[in-house]
């Protein structure tokens, strides 16, 4: 199971993320698999998750309050 981190501060905006990937056939090299779907709000939340749980993807809208998307990535690629 592959996990994705989605994280966005406009809740539908996530919604919207988790039943499109949900609904969205995950096909590598010919083999099927599930996705595992974590959503944050809060990009500092985000990164704390990230400090203890590994993820395979990190999807990030780039305006957020406190810290930016490319912050929040620029943080999780130093871990």
């Known amino acids: 199971m592959e996990k994705i981190l989605l ?6 905006i996530l919604k919207a993320l988790v039943r499109l990937l949900q609904r969205t056939p995950c096909l590598c090299d ?3 698999f ?12 985000a990164l704390e998750y990230v400090r203890n749980h590994q993820v ?12 930016d998307g490319v ?3 620029t943080a999780i690629k130093t871990l």
């Not at 994280?7 to 539908?12: A, C, F, I, N």
């Not at 996705?35 to 990009?43: A, G, I, Q």
């Not at 395979?56 to 810290?67: E, F, H, I, Q, W």
């Open 7 to 12: 994280v966005d501060d406009e809740p539908l």
């Open 56 to 67: 395979s993807l990190v999807l990030s809208d780039y305006r957020m309050p406190g810290m």
């Open 30 to 32: 010919g083999r099927l």
């Open 34 to 45: 599930k996705l595992e779907l974590v959503t944050f709000s809060d990009p500092s939340k």
């Open 71 to 73: 912050e929040l990535l």
